[in-house]
């Protein structure tokens, strides 16, 4: 009975040596004697002893094994980690000095047209001093003129206004002395555009009583052949001293006048008149068309 609790306390490597000793010898380890047990005992133990010391060494090789290999993965952690972190860095600062490149470049650019638009400002602004000096000047000489007009103005209607009274004084001495008979003054006729022409005549007459009298001309184109009537406007007119007769015609196509007969009848006196077609010769620049043309000269017409 005590042998079998003595294998059953052995360790799997002292149960195999046990083991083989039995299988030797079968019936001696049955015969065995406690001294020889007791060798065998601690021989095992031993064996168990030399066992877990060789175990306890291969666990702490393990141990530091594993312990330098969680040292290479924690330093090789630290190297991508800093490698990363310098790569990042890197990164970071060529994008950072790209990106304040660019921002300088664009600065600069902006300065630039900041200035160009400060210079333009400056020149628009000299040029529009200069405009505005150019039109005060330009308002000081226009209001200086039209003092000058109105002075002038002034003076004309002074003078005509004097003009008008010595007339008064001359046709009360003239009607005291028998009137002026009706008569011509001055006479013209000058070619225009499109076949047209224009006409004027100066016409006097003061009657002896210094009444206004009723003056009725007739103006009348005259070849070898044929005569053409030249519609007048206006057909009658008032004269007291001197009356301008003016206005245009178109000349009848395919007639060619030779003489211009002017008759008057105004105040029971009639006056005729002949002139020769030379009145209607061409005239230095004349316009192109009769749109271009001014109104009607009323100027005195000079003998």
Known sequence: MRLKSVLRLCPQPARLACQDSISYDLEGILHLSYPDYRNCYCSNTAAISRHGINSHGISQSQQGASTLVLALFVVAILVTAVVGLLFGHKLGYQRGY??????????????????????????????????????????????????????????????????????????????????????????????????????????????????????????????????????????????????????????????????????LRAGGQEVEQLYDWKLGDKVDNMPLSLLDLPEVDESPIEP
């Open 98 to 263: 790209y990106s304040m490149q660019t921002e300088a470049k664009q600065a600069v650019i902006t300065s630039k047209e900041a200035t160009q638009e400060l210079k333009d400002l400056r020149l628009s602004s000299k040029i529009a001093t200069n405009e505005a000096a150019t039109a005060k000047q330009e308002l000081e000489i226009s209001l200086a003129n039209l003092k000058e007009l109105r002075e002038n103005q002034q003076e004309l209607t002074v003078e005509n206004k004097q003009v008008a009274q010595l007339n008064e004084i001359y046709a009360e001495i003239i009607s005291e002395q028998g009137g002026m008979p009706l008569q011509i003054l001055g006479a013209k006729i000058e070619p225009l555009p499109e076949n047209a022409f224009e006409y004027g005549f100066d016409i006097g007459m003061l009657a002896s009583d210094g009444k206004a009298k009723r003056l009725k001309p007739t103006l009348t184109l005259l070849n070898d052949d044929d005569f053409v009537e030249v519609p007048l406007e206006p057909a009658s007119y008032t004269i007291e001293g001197i009356t301008r007769i003016r206005g245009r015609f178109m000349m009848p196509s395919g007639f060619k006048p030779l003489q211009v007969k002017l008759s």
